[in-house]
């Protein structure tokens, strides 16, 4: 039906950050609340779709009819996510941590003596490049990028070197950068192969419902 164009499509969707543990006690970790990713989520599943929701550790409640998937790690987020495929739409919203310590230590590293603990660190899977290689890649793949400089020419380059077929950037550069992260509002653009579309700020549920009807354009549903 018109008001469920989605119905009958699967959308699978990475939201927030990973924790990469350094002890049991420590982790790294970024500033992604999650918001975003959420927002697609909610807005896919009310216009019908199945939507998994591979998710990092946040403080958000699920959506309504979506099926959420709690991860920590990079690791564990690539694996639930080659799991939940085959998916039409890949919307891949996720901070993922860059890197993640050699060695986790077993027990809580002590302050003792004077150097402070050396982390090594060891660089994390690109979830996103894993999918666009992967047999069963969606037939809609769909990257984020935050950036703080040259926003749009770095979009353009992602989306190609990443194999995806939109980028949607985002600027968390500068004074109103600083409050995308975490906060409630984010002004998109969307890369595809034909040209860019520059988005208004918004609350970051515009921003996914108006994502999500670009895709059902996209889907030709
Ligand atoms: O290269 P960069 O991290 O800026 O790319 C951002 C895009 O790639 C986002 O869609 C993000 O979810 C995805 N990504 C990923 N796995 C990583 C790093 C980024 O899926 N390890």
């Known amino acids: ?20 543990p350094i002890d049991p006690v420590r982790y790294i970790a970024n500033r992604s609340s ?17 939507v998994t929701l591979v998710s990092g550790p946040v403080n958000l409640p699920t959506p309504p009819g979506v099926d959420r998937i709690d991860v920590e ?6 694996n639930a996510v080659k ?7 890949g919307v891949m919203v996720a901070a993922v941590a860059d890197w993640r310590t050699q060695n986790t230590a077993q027990e809580k590293i002590k302050k003792r003596g004077s150097a402070p603990p050396v982390l090594m660190l060891t660089e994390n899977p690109d979830i996103l490049a ?15 990028a935050a950036e703080t ?13 990443k194999g995806v077929d939109w ?3 985002n600027d968390v550069s500068g004074p109103s950068g600083e409050s995308v992260m975490g906060g409630s509002s984010n002004t998109v653009h969307i890369v595809t192969e034909k040209g860019i579309e520059d988005l208004p700020e918004m609350p970051k549920e515009e921003v ?14």
Request: glycine letters at 10%.
């Open 208 to 221: 996914g419902r108006a994502i999500v009807e670009r895709i059902a354009l996209a889907l030709g549903t």
């Open 167 to 169: 980028i949607i950037a």
């Open 73 to 78: 790690t990079a690791v564990e987020m690539g």
């Open 1 to 20: 039906p018109a008001h469920r164009p989605l119905y009958g499509k699967h959308i699978l969707i990475t939201a927030g950050p990973t924790h990469e």
């Open 83 to 89: 799991d939940a495929l085959p998916a039409d739409v």
């Open 34 to 50: 999650g918001k975003q990713g959420y927002a697609i989520a909610a807005a896919a599943a009310a216009l019908g779709a199945r």
């Open 130 to 144: 894993t999918v666009s290689a992967h047999p069963k890649r969606p037939k809609l793949l769909i990257g984020f």
């Open 149 to 161: 400089e040259n926003v749009l020419d770095n979009a353009r380059d992602k989306r190609k070197r």
